[in-house]
């Protein structure tokens, strides 16, 4: 009996022996396999980590982009109104470009791509690999322009550039205002890529007009000789090309002391007269021999058209006119001014004579050759008959040189636009300006200029000056596909 009881339990034992050994193992081959499902879930989730980092440093650099180039279009206006092809020909940028690689801002080639630091180098002392060197900056992506498009009609298919009115406020035709669209590309260090549109809004920068304020604005960066001027507290402005200097101005002038400024943009042209229609041409020498005003239909008729309206004892006056028809003189019925030109002639103005406006008529007067004004005794007059001191109602346009001589007194009341010459003032003449004074060059050797400006901005080439527009805050921020 004892022996079938051990028998018995021996044979139990074997059996659960037989059953431990595949339990053991089927519950490695558990363990291993959920193992290797952790180790794969990890990994996926690793690489899904480094991808989503990958595309939010590709975002972030596409977004450090977009502001780079809206620093740039604050700092170079100009370009806010031409399509990026147009930008490597675009007279007028203010400042030095952003750009750390050959090739600069404007150049829009493929793979023209600028980096981006997460921290600069030598401004914050950070370890950031545990190297002992406190400063390392961390490159995170780069970036590059993909286009930008001006658009004043809200078709981006028209060509607009160059087109808005400095001087008003443009608006599209369904209200809104002129747009730049601006799209910039991100790319991170692994690769990833990301594309960004925005738009910027632009309006009128009308606070350009008086900050330029230009009593004297001479565009040769080298001026031949300033001498005695005073502007009264507004401005020289001394012409500064891109790149020279950056946006900095230049010293004020000390002797004597007047505030002077810098400005990229060239003098508007001289102004065009080909497209004016009803122009009356005047002699080149005024005295008190002959009538030098050609405008008169009948001289002999001074009933309708009164001779001592426009010429008398050396003094012409320009403006409104009526010839025996009724038919207004000079004015060109598109702005309003009455335009009167010496065709290819220079201009003499002698000791007493006078040119001016009739105080009412807004008169442009073309000198297609040079401007000889000859001061003495008795003081010469180029403004308005009214003797009101504005410079509103008359601008004198000179294609060739101004030269100024004598030693007496000359009082301008106006604008005197020398775009393609040197004003040169001689001997010992007395300069008196109400308005404006704008010259390729200027050279006083002896002369004394005093330019007082008035709150008159808006000349006939006022429009013509190269746009400043403001930028506004981008808007409609679209992540786009990349292409």
């Known amino acids: 009996m004892k022996f079938l009881l051990l028998k018995t339990l021996l044979l139990r034992r074997a059996k659960d022996q037989g059953f431990t050994l595949p339990v053991v193992i089927a519950i490695g081959l558990v363990m291993i396999l959920l193992s290797t499902v952790n180790m794969i879930q990890s990994g996926e989730e690793t690489l899904l980590s480094v991808s989503k980092k990958g595309s939010s440093n590709a975002l972030a650099s596409a977004e450090f982009g ?16 031409y399509n990026l092809d147009q930008w490597t020909t675009v007279a007028g940028q203010a400042c030095n470009d952003i750009s750390d690689s050959a090739g600069g801002w404007a150049d829009n080639t493929p793979n023209n791509w600028k980096s981006v630091t997460a921290l600069d180098e030598n401004t914050l002392s950070v370890d950031l690999n545990n190297d002992g060197d406190t400063n390392d900056s961390e490159s995170i992506g780069q970036y590059q322009i993909v286009n930008y498009i001006y658009d004043n009609d809200n078709d981006i298919t028209t060509d607009n550039n160059g087109d808005i009115d400095l001087i008003s406020d443009v608006v599209n035709n369904d209200g809104s205002p002129p747009r730049g669209l601006l ?27 008086d900050s330029l304020d230009p009593a004297l604005w001479i565009e040769r ?54 497209a004016i229609t009803n122009v009356r041409t005047i002699q080149g020498d005024i005295n008190t ?27 012409i006056i320009l403006g409104t006119g009526y010839d025996d028809s009724g038919a207004t003189q000079a004015l ?56 009101i001191a504005t410079s509103r109602y008359l601008e004198i346009h000179v294609n060739g040189n101004v030269t100024i001589d004598g030693d007496g007194d000359l009082e301008i009341t106006g604008l005197l636009h020398v775009p393609n010459g040197t004003v040169t003032i001689s001997g010992s003449a007395s300069v008196n ?49 990349v292409q």
């Open 289 to 315: 021999e002959t009538d030098p005003v050609t405008t008169d239909p009948d001289p002999n008729d001074d009933e309708d058209y009164p001779r001592d309206n426009y010429f008398q004892n050396g003094e």
């Open 332 to 387: 060109n019925t598109l702005d309003e001014r009455y335009y009167y030109t010496t065709q290819t002639a220079s201009l003499v103005i002698d000791n007493g004579e006078s040119i001016l406006a009739d105080g009412t008529s807004k008169v442009i007067l073309y000198v297609g050759g040079n401007l000889d004004i000859n001061t003495g005794a008795n003081l010469i007059r180029l403004g308005n008959s009214s003797n």
């Open 66 to 81: 977009i502001a780079r180039y809206r620093e740039l279009l604050n700092n170079n206006r100009v370009l806010a109104v």
């Open 183 to 209: 799209t910039v590309q991100g790319r991170s260090t692994d690769g990833s890529e990301a594309q960004i549109q925005v738009e910027i809004p632009l309006g009128i920068n009308t606070d350009d007009l």
């Open 433 to 481: 300006v109400t308005g404006s004074i704008w010259a390729n060059n200027w050279d006083n050797t002896s002369g004394t200029v005093t330019i007082d400006t008035d709150d008159y901005k808006f000349y006939s080439i006022t429009p013509d000056r190269t746009p400043k527009p403001l930028t506004y805050r981008p808007r409609n921020w679209e992540t786009q596909e």
């Open 221 to 274: 960066s080298s001026v031949t000789n300033i001498g005695n001027v005073n502007v009264n507290g507004s401005n020289i402005v001394l012409y500064r090309p891109a790149g020279s200097g950056g946006c900095d101005d230049p010293p004020d002038l000390s002797s004597p002391a007047q505030n002077t400024i810098s400005d990229p943009r060239l003098l508007p042209d001289i102004v065009d007269i080909t």
